[in-house]
């Protein structure tokens, strides 16, 4: 399958607004609660709808940082070797932060 440049363009435009739109909430929220305390902390995200979308920001983060360290790797890393195992250990860092993200949000 032939890699499009318009599919990692949209597929960044498209995480990038999703991750404005949540901060811009979240940060709304916390300038809502200027003194939080832990529970208040707690009780925002034990709501699912809050998990979901704290689980769709962090994999937008992903695809996005997926998408600009494929570019940058593409652009800047000749030599293949090297490139594939950029590749690799960023791939498996962001899916070792994918399941991290996992086990804190349905831990609480």
């Known amino acids: 399958m032939v890699k499009s440049g318009l599919q990692d363009w949209l597929v960044q435009r498209i995480t990038a607004v999703f991750m404005v739109i949540y901060s811009v909430g979240l940060f709304s929220f916390l300038i809502a609660h ?11 995200f034990v ?46 860092s962001l899916v070792a932060f994918f399941f991290q993200t996992l086990l804190i949000l349905w831990g609480v």
């Open 34 to 44: 200027p003194n939080m305390a832990y529970y208040e902390w707690h009780g925002l």
């Open 47 to 92: 709501n699912l709808w809050v998990k979901v979308a704290t689980l769709l920001f962090v994999l937008s983060l992903l695809a996005h940082a997926w998408v600009g360290m494929w570019t940058v790797f593409t652009d800047y890393v000749k030599p293949l070797v090297f490139r594939l195992i950029l590749s690799v250990l960023v791939l498996l």
